[in-house]
């Protein structure tokens, strides 16, 4: 495979598109002293390197401790065969917290007064839950010291995720939530998604994408250990369709990319029988899920805290008045994709589009975003370059 020269508009022209041969080449290799080749650069606590002091606590003295969660769920082949190589590697203390079922669009959103389920999940050379909420209760229940015995990961890592989380769809996307919840925490994190296509991809796609993405997941936990990776910064990896064929790993900026959001009216006749069809598949979980738990009572308590996903529009225009018949409708969301006009080749789903790997550094708050995605870039050309 060619390493051809990418070049972006925040990077310096050294830096090559083609991340996986150079990680792998120094896999075993130094490079980095921990202190910052540019002498003008500007010492603020947002964009220092993470210590590895205070973070990733070994509890067993040896293996740095990292977390994974997703938004498709626990049984997810993406979390699966992500797990499954960390854990191959021989070098982490891998710890597991995901969602019981798919939280694609969740966004940021937590489960607040609202009791969560925890279930303890075999996961072979892991530790690793289940939980009846949003990633973003996972990580921050993984993280506050009551479900694991160590006090903070080195890092966290969200996916792989089926479905891209370009653009706009930051936002809604759980995945990406996962990993900013992590950020808010002080802890240094990485979203993953593959491009899946509903009619091109199959599942072993998301063992290529693990094998595309390793590399860099590598170099993140040897510079986080050794303090030299920007402290305030998530990057969300963007994997195309078809992994291994991807042109190489390309720094990108988040674009304007969404999708169209569409509200369809259902009517009552077509409703009811979907409701019915949905009752059907929720005994046939409930009876598997009855199979997998302890104890019936277990499941019991599970069942007690499904909600019913149906949204109803009532209209209050007579409210209070005892002879007024309420209107109720239906309505189910779509996402339709939409024409995008962007044509920046440094663009997230533009260079996903020409089946570049996009790596795109994400931050906080608006105020040091400049400085921080600045330092970020740094981290990446210097993880990628080249002797020459």
Request: aromatic share 6%.
């Amino acid at each position: 495979m060619t390493t051809p020269v990418v070049k972006n508009n925040f990077l310096p022209p050294g830096l090559v598109s083609n991340l996986e041969q150079v990680l792998l080449s120094r896999k075993t290799g130094g490079g980095g002293d921990g202190e910052s080749s540019n002498p003008n650069e500007k010492q603020d606590d947002s964009t220092k390197p993470v210590s590895a002091s205070n973070s990733g606590d070994c509890d067993d003295g040896s293996k740095s401790i990292i977390l994974v969660t997703n938004s498709d769920g626990i049984e997810s082949q993406g979390l699966s065969y992500l797990v499954e190589a960390l854990v191959r590697e021989g070098l982490y203390n891998v710890n597991v917290c995901a969602p019981q079922s798919d939280k694609l669009t969740s966004g940021h959103s937590l489960s607040l007064k609202e009791t969560i389920e925890v279930v303890s999940v075999d996961i072979n050379g892991a530790t690793a839950y289940e939980v009846s909420g949003t990633p973003v209760d996972c990580v921050s229940l993984a993280l506050c010291g009551s479900l694991f015995t160590w006090s903070k990961p080195l890092l966290v890592i969200s996916g792989i995720n089926k479905g891209l989380s370009c653009g706009h769809h930051m936002f809604y996307s759980g995945v990406v939530a996962g990993a900013r919840e992590a950020l808010v925490n002080g802890v240094p994190s990485i979203s993953i998604s593959l491009n899946w296509k509903k009619d091109g991809s199959k599942e072993s796609d998301f063992k290529d994408a693990v094998t595309v993405c390793l590399p860099l997941i590598q170099a993140m936990i040897r510079d986080v250990e050794k303090g030299v990776f920007p402290k305030s910064c998530s990057l969300n990896v963007e994997i195309p369709t078809s992994p291994l064929t991807n042109k190489g790993f390309k720094v990108t900026r988040q674009s304007l990319w969404r999708s169209t959001l569409t509200w369809q009216a259902i009517s009552a006749t077509r409703h009811q029988a979907a409701s019915r069809f949905a009752s059907q598949q929720n005994n046939a979980m409930q009876l598997a899920q009855l199979g997998r738990d302890a104890s019936a009572a277990g499941a019991a308590r599970r069942l007690a805290t499904q909600k019913k996903n149906i949204e109803i529009v009532e209209s209050v225009g007579a409210a209070g008045k005892l002879d007024f018949k309420r209107t109720v409708k239906y309505f189910r969301l779509e996402m339709l994709d939409k024409e995008q006009e962007e044509e920046d080749e440094d663009l997230d789903f533009k260079a996903l589009e020409n089946y570049f790997v996009a790596v795109t550094p994400i931050s906080l708050s608006m105020q040091v975003e400049t400085e921080t995605k600045i330092a970020a870039s740094e981290w990446i050309s210097s993880a990628l370059q080249v002797e020459q």
